[in-house]
């Protein structure tokens, strides 16, 4: 009894002294969810979650008001909820985390995939501002634009387009079938383009982990090509360059997005998708 006591009087200062820290190193902890004890370290100015097994990021981060500096892994999933949230208190993200992506629908990763070109698409101006510069690109509008050049150009009729969902969730591969195949994995987007039964993979931020596990999923008689193509300089505009990609694979051409134009091919998907969806 008197070890149990002192166990809790151990464990209460301890916390205590924890609650009164600035800087906290849980990198290389096998973490597979952040410690409750953590979002009740109100001081925390300095963060360091890389390393780990968390697929998350969760909203409790938030409550640290006064963190200055979080470093997590390429992996981990930020909703646009807490990036927002993150971005208004300014805090510095190290250069392990990833930006770029974000779901409309983050409380349901179990949505079934289907084809843009049988779609119907829902998109509005909370949605166009992740088109915003520095912004997250979200799903919905790589579904939109993707809509906009089916009903537009009469240059996908022999191309399937899937929209974000198809990978993970419902990878049904056809052969001697066309695909464009929106990728995202770890708030990272990336593009698949299947033909003649080989697949092209396009990533403005190419890393061979990332790479190795989105081409796992898909079947073994495809060909492998890994293209990369043009690289971004920051973690914002994946997002942007799947859009850039898509629409340059189906006209069949070359694929070079400088990055400086990154911006103005921004500013080319928000008016294209107001007009189109008359927002």
């Given at each position: 009894?008197?070890?149990?006591?002192?166990?809790?009087?151990?464990?209460?200062?301890?916390?205590?002294?924890?609650?009164?820290?600035?800087?906290?190193?849980?990198?290389?902890?096998?973490?597979q969810?952040?410690?409750?004890?953590?979002?009740n370290?109100?001081?925390?100015?300095?963060?360091?979650?890389?390393?780990?097994?968390?697929?998350?990021?969760?909203l409790?981060?938030?409550?640290?008001?006064?963190?200055?500096?979080?470093?997590?892994?390429?992996?981990?999933?930020?909703?646009?909820?807490?990036?927002?949230i993150?971005?208004?208190?300014?805090?510095?993200n190290?250069?392990?985390?990833?930006?770029?992506?974000?779901?409309?629908n983050?409380?349901?990763?179990?949505?079934?995939?289907?084809?843009?070109?049988?779609?119907?698409?829902?998109?509005?101006?909370?949605?166009?501002?992740?088109?915003?510069?520095?912004?997250?690109?979200?799903d919905?509008?790589?579904?939109?634009?993707?809509?906009?050049?089916?009903?537009?150009?009469?240059i996908?009729?022999?191309?399937?387009?899937?929209?974000?969902?198809?990978?993970?969730?419902?990878?049904?591969?056809?052969?001697?079938?066309?695909?464009?195949?929106?990728?995202?994995?770890?708030?990272?987007?990336s593009?698949?383009?299947?033909?003649?039964?080989?697949?092209?993979?396009?990533?403005?931020?190419?890393?061979?982990?990332?790479?190795?596990?989105?081409?796992?999923?898909?079947?073994?008689?495809?060909?492998?090509?890994?293209?990369?193509?043009?690289?971004?300089?920051?973690?914002?505009?994946?997002?942007?360059y799947?859009?850039?990609?898509?629409?340059?694979?189906?006209?069949?051409?070359?694929?070079?997005?400088?990055?400086?134009?990154?911006?103005?091919?921004?500013?080319?998907?928000?008016k294209?998708?107001?007009?189109?969806y008359?927002?």
């Amino acid at each position: 009894m008197l070890t149990s006591r002192c166990g809790k009087v151990i464990f209460f200062i301890s916390l205590k002294k924890m609650s009164s820290r600035k800087f906290l190193d849980l990198s290389n902890s096998n973490l597979q969810n952040i410690p409750e004890y953590v979002f009740n370290m109100l001081n925390l100015e300095k963060l360091d979650l890389s390393s780990n097994e968390l697929t998350i990021l969760p909203l409790e981060i938030t409550n640290l008001t006064n963190l200055k500096e979080l470093t997590f892994d390429r992996s981990v999933f930020v909703s646009s909820k807490v990036r927002n949230i993150l971005r208004k208190h300014k805090i510095k993200n190290s250069n392990r985390s990833v930006g770029g992506g974000t779901r409309t629908n983050f409380d349901r990763p179990d949505l079934p995939g289907n084809f843009i070109n049988n779609k119907i698409i829902h998109i509005t101006m909370n949605n166009i501002r992740s088109l915003d510069y520095g912004n997250w690109v979200e799903d919905i509008v790589i579904e939109a634009y993707c809509k906009y050049l089916i009903l537009n150009r009469d240059i996908t009729k022999d191309v399937k387009i899937a929209d974000t969902y198809f990978y993970p969730n419902n990878i049904n591969i056809s052969k001697n079938t066309n695909y464009l195949i929106p990728i995202f994995e770890g708030s990272h987007w990336s593009l698949i383009f299947i033909k003649n039964n080989i697949l092209n993979y396009y990533d403005s931020q190419i890393r061979q982990s990332h790479t190795d596990k989105v081409i796992s999923k898909f079947p073994k008689f495809l060909q492998i090509n890994i293209i990369g193509g043009s690289q971004q300089v920051n973690n914002d505009d994946c997002g942007v360059y799947v859009c850039y990609n898509i629409n340059r694979i189906l006209k069949g051409e070359s694929l070079k997005l400088e990055s400086w134009k990154a911006n103005m091919m921004r500013d080319h998907l928000k008016k294209r998708l107001i007009e189109f969806y008359n927002l």
